[in-house]
């Protein structure tokens, strides 16, 4: 067993929060890192992103006789002890001892420090040219020491405590007054040493000089932020404030260079500028049509997020030399289409031509507000009609509009009790290559149904039970894709009037967030250490049935074997009787390693779920299958999996509640897409788990 200490910071906004420290002992860094989040979680205490305490930090593990029970978050460690320089090892907390107030005589001189346990030590031999150390005196007086000086002081004289003392004293002096108070409310900065005070203070004077007045909200903004941001990262902070550039982090580029962000651009003020927004600004550029900049259309949008997810070119050379310069997040968004729109486009081919080309054409003296030539030359269209262009520039949008026309429209499920209207065919086509289009053709004409009767209002309609196709082996775990058996018994009922006003419309808003994500895998096995060869994931809304970001790899099958994962016989077995289409996608594919797949999907979780991925809901088909599998290569390659445990959901439970109240829309649903591919998979869950959420919300709301 190891044993473990985290610290739990308090967020600097929240007032009432405490430092919290925490040791136990474990098994692994991973139980370890588990079992931290379990204790907080026990304790009420909520981390990250809207909450009061930043997530745990690990620590190194210091013995001392006040230690806390085990298991115990302590909100007292951090008043008797701190972390060193290295943010790792802890260390006591010195508190400089004084004495009460007196007068010391020496000779014709008489010192009088007038607060209370804060004299000078003063020796009746010493005399003006005696120097005291700065760290016995108050946590104020250190502070303007190193506020008046040149340099770092470590002593001062007995003349030069007098004057401080003055100073201390001097209400009429605002920047003085303001800079204490301000101090004084930061329990970070009061534990500083000797040298982090200087640093403070030079900073202080270097953004706000002496001469001048300043707010007070201002100050106390700055010194939170200096506080919070690294020491290698303190002297860009400054200087970008120092320009008037109220930063509140500093970026740094590829090669550690200050990546910049301060200035005021083009952009939407509410959105975050960093090295992710720009990576998808330049894949928006590659791009061969014309539209507006600064209102993307939804398609187009699509495109480049998948352009950056698989690193294609010319976006990944352009990334990697964009990304290098430094400066880059200070240019305007039409800047940085003009810059890649005006080049020749085989430039990217040449490393240091490219880096020559940017390095003599990146230029902006307006970034807020570009000229008309650079927005001619970033081919800025604002009245373009982006639907006619990308129908111009894909010819085969319509046909596949119009397969979207003709699919099959299920109405209702539950003996015509509720409806489910659109979300067959209501789902925009995503972004797709060709050999992947040719698959999805082909998989539609062979798994369209042929309708047996039409819906209409008041009349009858026929509801077909449905049984799971079974093969020699246990049928695959990820069964979501399995296609419609045939109709064995029909029974008739009378439909209700169709409701088209239920307020449920099911379309896809890529640049939403969701709290729910339906997972699907492919894997070589139904146990737990099954191998993955693909993930499958789609954000979504139950309550609505609305469709977010959409997340596919394909996987080394030696990769995931190389981790530790075991096939089964009988599934490579299942493997081979399945279709074409099914065996290709995992043969055919670009696969990648099995830990690069798992970071990407928690990049994936963390960019585009809402609240963060601790608070997203995770949906698997089975208690023990994909939930279960994907957690444990998690764990075997020795990443965090992004998602509390306590967020797994089970979608064949909710299955099972949907047959009790009358209805199978898993069935009822038309499946589009290859049968067994993990993305076609985890969209159809994500219908049918949602017609049957809506199902059981409409039956509670009526009781």
């Given at each position: 067993m190891n044993t473990y200490a985290y610290l739990i910071k308090a967020k600097v906004k929240a007032a009432d929060a405490k430092n919290l420290f925490c040791w136990f002992s474990a098994k692994s860094d991973s139980r370890a890192d588990r079992e931290i989040l379990n204790i907080l979680e026990d304790n009420g205490i909520e981390t990250g992103r809207g909450a009061d305490h930043q997530l745990p930090i690990r620590t190194n593990w210091f013995v001392v006789d006040d230690l806390p029970e085990e298991k115990k978050l302590?909100?007292?460690?951090?008043?008797?002890?701190?972390?060193?320089?290295?943010?790792?090892?802890?260390?006591?907390?010195v508190v400089a001892v004084s004495i009460d107030d007196t007068t010391v005589e020496t000779g014709d001189i008489s010192v009088t420090d007038l607060p209370v346990n804060e004299d000078l030590q003063v020796d009746q031999h010493d005399d003006e040219n005696t120097h005291y150390p700065v760290m016995t005196i108050s946590f104020r007086k250190q502070l303007l020491v190193q506020l008046t000086?040149?340099?770092?002081?470590?002593?001062?004289?007995?003349?030069?405590?007098?004057?401080?003392?003055?100073?201390?004293?001097?209400?009429?002096?605002?920047?003085?007054?303001?800079?204490?108070?301000?101090?004084?409310?930061?329990?970070?900065?009061?534990?500083?040493?000797?040298?982090?005070?200087?640093?403070y203070s030079s900073a202080i004077k270097q953004v706000f000089p002496q001469d001048k007045r300043h707010e007070l909200s201002l100050i106390l903004q700055f010194t939170r932020i200096w506080l919070e941001t690294d020491h290698i990262n303190r002297g860009i902070l400054t200087k970008e404030w120092a320009k008037g550039n109220r930063v509140t982090s500093v970026n740094r580029t590829d090669t550690n260079t200050n990546a910049g962000g301060g200035n005021v651009t083009d952009r939407n003020p509410e959105l975050a500028h960093n090295l992710d927004s720009l990576a998808l600004e330049i894949a928006l550029?590659?791009?061969?049509?014309?539209?507006?900049?600064?209102?993307?259309p939804g398609s187009v949008y699509r495109r480049a997020k998948e352009i950056v997810s698989k690193k294609e070119s010319p976006y990944k050379e352009w990334s990697a030399a964009?990304?290098?310069?430094?400066?880059?997040?200070?240019?305007?968004?039409?800047?940085?289409?003009?810059?890649?729109?005006?080049?020749?486009?085989?430039?990217?081919?040449?490393?240091?031509?490219?880096?020559?080309?940017?390095?003599?054409?990146?230029?902006?003296?307006?970034?807020?507000?570009?000229?008309?030539?650079?927005?001619?030359?970033?081919?800025?269209?604002p009245a373009m009609d982006a639907a006619e262009e990308v129908e111009r520039l894909n010819p085969d949008s319509e046909e596949v509009a119009q397969e979207s026309e003709e699919s099959l429209r299920v109405e209702r499920f539950g003996n015509g009790m509720f409806s489910i209207d659109g979300l067959s065919d209501s789902q925009p086509k995503q972004p797709i290559s060709v050999l992947d289009e040719l698959r999805q053709r082909a998989a539609v004409e062979k798994l369209k149904p042929t309708p047996s009767v039409e819906a209409t209002n008041n009349e009858q309609m026929e509801e077909a039970e449905h049984n799971e196709t079974e093969t020699g082996s246990e049928v695959h775990e990820s069964e979501a894709?399995?296609?419609?058996?045939e109709s064995n018994a029909s029974t008739t009922v009378t439909a209700d009037p169709l409701n088209?006003?239920?307020?449920?419309?099911?379309?896809?808003?890529?640049?939403?967030?969701?709290?729910?994500?339906?997972?699907?895998?492919?894997?070589?096995?139904?146990?737990?250490?099954?191998?993955?060869?693909?993930?499958?994931?789609?954000?979504?809304?139950?309550?609505?049935?609305?469709?977010?970001?959409?997340?596919?790899?394909?996987?080394?099958?030696?990769?995931?074997?190389?981790?530790?994962?075991?096939?089964?016989?009988?599934?490579?077995?299942?493997?081979?009787?399945?279709?074409?289409?099914?065996?290709?996608?995992?043969?055919?594919?670009?696969?990648?390693?099995?830990?690069?797949?798992?970071?990407?999907?928690?990049e994936f979780i963390c960019e585009n779920a809402a609240n963060g991925p601790g608070n997203v809901e995770v949906w698997g088909n089975g208690a023990t299958f994909d939930n279960?599998?994907?957690?444990?290569s998690y764990e075997r390659t020795g990443l965090d999996c992004p998602w509390h445990y306590s967020k797994d959901r089970d979608v064949r439970t909710i299955v099972a509640m949907g047959k009790f109240i009358g209805g199978d829309p898993r069935y009822e649903i038309p499946f589009e897409g290859d049968v067994h591919n993990a993305l076609a998979d985890a969209r159809h869950q994500s219908k049918y788990l949602s017609a049957i959420w809506q199902r059981l919300i409409s039956n509670s709301a009526e009781q």
């Open positions: 302590d909100d007292s460690w951090c008043d008797r002890y701190e972390l060193a320089e290295d943010g790792l090892s802890w260390q006591k907390i000086g040149n340099e770092l002081r470590h002593h001062i004289t007995r003349d030069e405590y007098a004057e401080i003392t003055d100073l201390e004293m001097d209400t009429d002096n605002s920047y003085v007054q303001n800079l204490l108070l301000v101090a004084e409310n930061c329990a970070v900065l009061k534990k500083s040493d000797t040298a982090g005070l200087w640093r550029a590659t791009l061969p049509m014309d539209f507006n900049i600064y209102d993307l964009l990304r290098s310069t430094p400066g880059i997040l200070d240019y305007s968004r039409a800047a940085i289409f003009a810059l890649i729109r005006s080049a020749k486009s085989d430039l990217h081919h040449f490393p240091e031509s490219l880096r020559t080309f940017i390095s003599a054409n990146l230029t902006e003296s307006n970034h807020a507000q570009p000229s008309p030539e650079t927005l001619a030359a970033a081919r800025h269209t894709a399995t296609q419609p058996a088209f006003d239920s307020g449920h419309h099911n379309k896809s808003d890529v640049e939403a967030l969701y709290s729910h994500l339906m997972i699907d895998i492919e894997s070589m096995g139904t146990h737990a250490n099954a191998p993955i060869v693909s993930i499958g994931a789609v954000l979504f809304d139950p309550a609505t049935g609305q469709q977010g970001a959409e997340f596919y790899k394909a996987i080394s099958l030696k990769s995931a074997m190389a981790w530790g994962a075991e096939p089964e016989a009988e599934t490579i077995l299942w493997w081979l009787k399945q279709s074409a289409e099914a065996r290709s996608a995992l043969a055919m594919d670009d696969t990648i390693p099995l830990d690069d797949a798992l970071l990407q999907l928690t279960v599998i994907v957690r444990n």
